[in-house]
């Protein structure tokens, strides 16, 4: 049972492993903008990639994911254990490089989106981590 007010989604394992092939895809994607110095593409593609990395974190643990605002996750999170909790203290340092890279106009720093890339991709590897045990 979902709490009240919240938006959380059923996942099932098959949806967990999903959203692990997006979140790679996405990193690929962050990983593929940084070489040509597209740093707010690299950015949002890694915030978009760390998001996806902890709907499969969630759906192998606790075949939950949260919907509605980004923020939502992290109670979510918390609960899924260990990795859960890890995933809670890395996704709101990417959350916050997502405003700036998706929808301001100012240049992107090179510096931050070598940073979003970075925290994406300790997600994703945790996210790998986790779905391939509940494979096991």
């Not at 949260?66 to 890890?86: I, K, M, N, W």
């Not at 996704?91 to 106009?105: E, G, H, V």
């Given at each position: 049972?979902?709490?009240?007010?919240?938006?959380?989604?059923?996942?099932?394992?098959?949806?967990?492993?999903?959203?692990?092939?997006?979140?790679?895809?996405?990193?690929?994607?962050?990983?593929?903008?940084?070489?040509?110095?597209?740093?707010?593409?690299?950015?949002g593609s890694a915030v978009t990639a760390g998001?996806?990395?902890?709907?499969?974190?969630?759906?192998?643990?606790?075949?939950?994911?949260?919907?509605?605002?980004?923020?939502?996750?992290?109670?979510?999170?918390?609960?899924?254990?260990?990795?859960?909790?890890?995933?809670?203290?890395?996704?709101?340092?990417?959350?916050?490089?997502?405003?700036?890279?998706?929808?301001?106009?100012?240049?992107?720093?090179?510096?931050?989106?070598?940073?979003?890339?970075?925290?994406?991709?300790?997600?994703?590897?945790r996210a790998t981590s986790v779905v391939d045990?509940?494979?096991?």
């Amino acid at each position: 049972m979902s709490p009240r007010g919240s938006s959380r989604h059923h996942v099932s394992p098959a949806d967990a492993r999903a959203y692990l092939s997006k979140a790679t895809a996405w990193l690929e994607a962050a990983t593929e903008s940084l070489a040509a110095k597209r740093w707010d593409v690299a950015a949002g593609s890694a915030v978009t990639a760390g998001i996806c990395a902890c709907d499969a974190i969630t759906g192998a643990l606790v075949g939950q994911r949260a919907g509605g605002e980004h923020t939502e996750p992290l109670s979510l999170l918390v609960s899924a254990g260990e990795d859960g909790r890890y995933a809670a203290r890395q996704l709101p340092q990417l959350l916050r490089f997502k405003t700036s890279a998706q929808y301001d106009p100012a240049p992107f720093p090179e510096r931050d989106a070598r940073r979003a890339v970075a925290i994406a991709r300790r997600l994703v590897e945790r996210a790998t981590s986790v779905v391939d045990r509940q494979r096991a």
